[in-house]
Nanobody, 123 residues
Framework: QVQLVESGGGLVQAGGSLRLSCAAS????????MGWFRQAPGKEREFVAA????????NYADSVKGRFTISRDNAKKTIYLQMNSLKFEDSAVYYC????????????????WGQGTQVTVSS
């Protein structure tokens, strides 16, 4: 079992930055691929970024490439999402998720989900 708790969301002006964190519990965190997803009001949840168990393989949605960076610290059982050059359309609830098998953008790969943290970008 893995429990995930996101933090770091908030209100920021367009062009600003935020860093989201996702703290995990469980002894096998380092074996999980991890991902960030987001859901804006009235829209389906969408993939943002993913990182494999070692941090050596990364994947990003086209909409965030060059602006967002996913990383992980297995010793701290935490993953991060550094978000720069934020845009109004980045406003959403951001979720982290853990995948015991697989890696990438498909929600079906992910077994565990956090409760989400709100990111609001003012234009």
């Amino acid at each position: 079992q893995v429990q995930l708790v996101e933090s770091g969301g908030g209100l920021v002006q367009a062009g600003g930055s935020l860093r989201l964190s996702c703290a995990a519990s469980g002894r096998t965190f380092s074996s999980y691929a991890m991902g960030w997803f987001r859901q804006a009001p009235g829209k389906e949840r969408e993939f943002v970024a993913a990182i494999d168990w070692s941090g050596g393989r990364l994947n990003y949605a086209d909409s965030v490439k060059g602006r967002f960076t996913i990383s992980r610290d297995n010793a701290k059982k935490t993953i991060y999402l550094q978000m720069n050059s934020l845009k109004f359309e980045d406003s959403a609830v951001y979720y982290c998720a853990a995948a015991s098998y697989g890696f990438g953008y498909k929600e079906d790969n992910y077994n565990y989900w956090g409760q989400g943290t709100q990111v609001t970008v003012s234009s």
